[in-house]
T-cell receptor, first 110, second 115 residues
Framework: RKEVEQDPGPFNVPEGATVAFNCTYS??????FFWYRQDCRKEPKLLMS???SGNEDGRFTAQLNRASQYISLLIRDSKLSDSATYLC???????????FGKGTKLSVKP | SAVISQKPSRDICQRGTSLTIQCQVD?????MFWYRQQPGQSLTLIAT?????????ESGFVIDKFPISRPNLTFSTLTVSNMSPEDSSIYLC????????????FGPGTRLTVT
């Protein structure tokens, strides 16, 4: 069964806080992993791909643990503009099909 | 990433009718996908739109209900047939990125309400 499970949220944090999202996936054969961001009433937008060695993009750090089938996203120094739903996404099969988690809603307050 | 447009952006339709959604990309892409996002839910893949052959449907989705066309490498359509209120959803097309890691880029979506 294809499953991607995420923290249910919502996360309500003050500006400047550090927040972490976690995600687990069921298919050990998955090869590609992503975090997408979806603003209210908008399409999902790719935030970052997640690599085995971990990767960082400014205030955002993604980690992958293949043995535990676990993905994380860390956001440092949260901004009001970070408020959105964050979707954990895993590829499935050789055609590039993606399976989306249900998303974790983040609300950053002044 | 490619620029993707969808038409219409929204529509309100009566049950029993059909709606065709268009997806246009500004560059040639090998793979295009159609997703549904029901209210308060995440995205579910409907099908992969293959150029020159029939679409590949995911479990729970059938061609008679969601016929798809892919006449060339920049365009695809999804038809929602014989609509019921349960079809009220956002429908999104996406394209596969040029990188090796299967990232996808999404169109702005079509918000469908069936009354």
């Amino acid at each position: 069964r294809k499953e991607v499970e995420q923290d249910p949220g919502p996360f309500n944090v003050p500006e400047g806080a550090t927040v972490a999202f976690n995600c687990t996936y069921s298919n050990s054969a998955s090869q590609s992993f992503f975090w997408y961001r979806q603003d209210c009433r908008k399409e999902p937008k790719l935030l970052m791909s997640v690599y085995s060695s971990g990767n960082e993009d400014g205030r955002f750090t993604a980690q992958l643990n293949r043995a535990s089938q676990y993905i994380s996203l860390l956001i440092r120094d949260s901004k009001l503009s970070d408020s959105a739903t964050y979707l954990c996404v895993v590829n499935w099969g050789s055609q590039g099909n993606l399976i989306f988690g249900k998303g974790t809603k983040l609300s950053v307050k002044p | 990433s490619a620029v993707i447009s969808q038409k219409p952006s929204r529509d309100i339709c009566q049950r029993g009718t059909s709606l065709t959604i268009q997806c246009q990309v500004d560059s040639q892409v090998t793979m295009m996908f159609w997703y549904r996002q029901q209210p308060g839910q995440s995205l579910t893949l409907i099908a992969t739109a293959n150029q020159g052959s029939e679409a590949t449907y995911e479990s729970g989705f059938v061609i008679d209900k969601f016929p798809i066309s892919r006449p060339n490498l920049t365009f695809s359509t999804l038809t929602v047939s014989n609509m019921s209120p349960e079809d009220s959803s956002i429908y999104l097309c996406s394209v596969l990125g040029a990188g090796r890691s299967y990232e996808q880029y999404f169109g702005p979506g079509t918000r469908l309400t069936v009354t």
